[in-house]
T-cell receptor, first 112, second 111 residues
Framework: NAGVMQNPRHLVRRRGQEARLRCSPM?????VYWYRQLPEEGLKFMVY????????ESGMPKERFSAEFPKEGPSILRIQQVVRGDSAAYFC??????????FGPGTRLTVT | EDKVVQSPLSLVVHEGDTVTLNCSYE??????LLWYKQEKKAPTFLFML??SGIEKKSGRLSSILDKKELSSILNITATQTGDSAIYLC???????????WGAGTKLIIKP
């Protein structure tokens, strides 16, 4: 059973471009969470999704950020018009039942 | 506001020492507390503690939940250089979809 997969592992974008981060949960997991980790800081919750539904997006900035978890395919975290402050590691976690979360390797986004 | 505080923020010890990491929380309607180990990649799950399971042990690692003191400790005995990592504590509240994360304790084990 493959673990949580994220791609790309590293992503470099120029200011104003769009960043798309993908997360494939573990088989059988229907809960997906996205977190952001800034250097020297803890994980910050962004959004919690189940298949085709956003359950809680209270940690996600209202502008430029969006997330989806379609019926088929990976969950996508999309950041439009990236700025330098978006540079961070973005982790996805999946869970079969909401609490015990299994993390992917993360995507390190660098905005130049 | 719900919060989770870990201490110390960083810790340097020698191989073979025993370390104790602390996690305290102020959370409405506590449900569970989780410990994770983060090396240069994603956090890996260590333990989950609840009201019905306040003590867990796995090899050299053990953890206890003190619901009265609203805290938990993570003990590592006979430390090894491979234990060097950031140890994260997270708390789940009933009715809340989020895990509230501490900032972590950076543990460095010197050979």
């Amino acid at each position: 059973n493959a673990g949580v997969m994220q791609n790309p592992r590293h992503l470099v974008r120029r200011r104003g471009q769009e960043a798309r981060l993908r997360c494939s949960p573990m088989k059988g997991h229907s809960h997906v969470y996205w977190y952001r980790q800034l250097p020297e800081e803890g994980l910050k919750f962004m959004v919690y999704l189940q298949k085709e539904n956003i359950i809680d997006e209270s940690g996600m900035p209202k502008e430029r950020f969006s997330a989806e978890f379609p019926k088929e395919g990976p969950s996508i975290l999309r950041i439009q018009q990236v700025v330098r402050g978006d540079s961070a590691a973005y982790f996805c976690a999946s869970s079969p039942a909401r609490v015990e979360q299994y993390f992917g390797p993360g995507t390190r986004l660098t905005v130049t | 506001e719900d919060k989770v505080v870990q201490s110390p923020l960083s810790l340097v010890v020698h191989e073979g020492d025993t370390v104790t990491l602390n996690c305290s929380y102020e959370v409405t309607n506590f449900r569970s507390l989780l410990w994770y180990k983060q090396e240069k990649k994603a956090p890996t799950f260590l333990f989950m503690l609840t009201s019905s399971g306040i003590e867990k042990k796995s090899g050299r690692l053990s953890s206890i939940l003190d619901k009265k003191e609203l805290s938990s400790i993570l003990n590592i005995t006979a430390t090894q250089t491979g234990d060097s990592a950031i140890y994260l504590c997270a708390v789940e509240a009933r009715g809340n979809y989020q895990l509230i994360w501490g900032a972590g304790t950076k543990l460095i084990i010197k050979p």
